[in-house]
């Protein structure tokens, strides 16, 4: 059976925790969507345009896999798209319960879409958006935990540009 599956996120900025997950996604899934959420409520450092130019330079050399925006309800737009699963990434446990609520809320709103849950490589397992942007800002390296087009954008992005 071929499934479609819409991995959703902020991705402010993408990871390499984010691609490791995109990557096992694109060989699990026939199709996977990276839909990136508008959110104005999150103050995020970069636009949703330079978030999908970021994901989508990142992802070019896999042929299943889309770069999109939604807002709105997440089921809606995995409907919208014909996806039958949900992927979210579990990093370590405090990740969990936030995952599960959302994944019941998720289930109640669409009984047909399954959240599936991976975990990324182990040296990517306590990467997060938030912590890469601060540790940047404070002048440390980043290398190694966001792909090298993302470390070029925060460069260009703190220095004020
Ligand atoms: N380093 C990582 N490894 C695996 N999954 C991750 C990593 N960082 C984030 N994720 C997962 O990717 C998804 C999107 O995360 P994020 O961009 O922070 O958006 P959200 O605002 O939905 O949490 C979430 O399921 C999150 O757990
Ligand atoms: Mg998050």
Redesign the pocket.
């Known amino acids: 059976m071929s499934v479609k599956a819409l ?6 900025p ?5 691609l ?2 995109i990557q096992r996604g694109s060989k699990l899934f026939e199709h996977l969507t990276v839909g990136i ?1 508008k ?1 104005p409520v ?1 103050n995020p450092l970069f636009t949703v345009e330079e978030r999908v130019e970021m994901l989508r330079e990142s992802t070019k050399a896999l042929g299943n896999v889309s770069v999109a925006t939604f807002d709105g309800l997440m089921v809606e737009f995995a409907r919208h798209l014909g996806a039958t699963a949900v ?5 370590a446990i405090s ?1 969990y319960e ?2 599960f609520q959302m994944a019941l809320m998720n289930r109640r709103l669409a009984p047909e879409i399954e959240t599936v ?4 490589a182990g040296r ?7 912590m890469v942007k601060e540790v940047f800002s404070f002048g440390g390296d980043v290398t190694g935990l966001v792909p090298p087009n993302v470390v070029k954008r925060l460069r260009g992005r703190i220095n004020g540009n």
């Not at 992927?87 to 990093?91: E, T, V």
């Open positions: 991995y959703p996120g902020t991705f402010d993408p990871t390499n925790g984010h490791d997950l959420l959110n999150k992927l979210r990434g579990i990093r990740d936030h995952e849950f991976l975990q990324p990517y397992s306590f990467v997060s958006s938030r």
